[in-house]
């Protein structure tokens, strides 16, 4: 079995090398690295939700799509995303749009700080909340805002900002929760 420390220092380092390359969003870097200082738990991977065009030349694989553009700031989604809307099958490629929700995955060093941070991800008014024993000591936290939307082109503009209004309300809840995160006691 791989020690706590080991790992989280991996972890932590990895996250600074993501960090340093552009790789995590810049919405939530700060609650990342402050709760990364904690000794109790750190991170092993995290989106602060988003909504992105996605594009392949087969619908049933994932593998194949590629995303052609997209936001995590909902205004921005708003500005753009009816643009896309008249896209469908081109003889080429299918064309849709996903709803990513915000999700982070802990370690937890002990029960205490797992089910505390469950319990943010509850008052916070997320969906996908558990966790489960790690491999390395302590306890792997999943806190997720809920299951990914597809819709695919081509769609009513209306339906592309109903997307883009949900990411806001799942931005609210992620920094409500991150809030209360920084708040754990260990």
Not at 40 to 53: A, I, K
Not at 57 to 85: E, M, Q, T
Not at 159 to 167: E, F, I, K, N, R
Request: proline share 2%.
């Amino acid at each position: 079995m791989e020690d706590f420390d080991v790992v989280r220092g991996f972890f932590i380092g990895r996250l600074l090398d993501d960090i340093s390359r552009g790789r995590v969003d810049d919405d939530i870097v700060g609650y990342l690295v402050s709760l990364n200082r904690f000794g109790c738990l750190f991170t092993t991977s995290s989106c602060s939700g988003r909504v992105v065009v996605i594009y392949s030349s087969d619908f049933r694989s994932k593998r194949d799509a590629r995303i052609l553009d997209g936001w995590h700031d909902p205004g921005g989604c708003r500005l753009n995303v009816c643009g896309y809307s008249h896209l469908g099958y081109d003889s080429m490629f299918y064309y849709w749009v996903s709803l990513q929700p915000p999700i982070i995955h802990f370690v937890a060093r002990d029960i205490d700080t797992a089910e505390a941070l469950v319990g943010c991800g509850d008052r916070s008014g997320f969906s996908k909340l558990g966790y489960r024993r790690y491999r390395a000591g302590g306890y792997h936290v999943t806190v997720g805002a809920g299951d990914k939307i597809h819709v695919s082109l081509p769609a009513s503009c209306d339906t592309l900002l109903a997307l883009c209004d949900l990411l806001k309300v799942y931005k609210e809840k992620l920094y409500s929760f991150l809030e209360c995160a920084s708040k754990i006691n260990c």
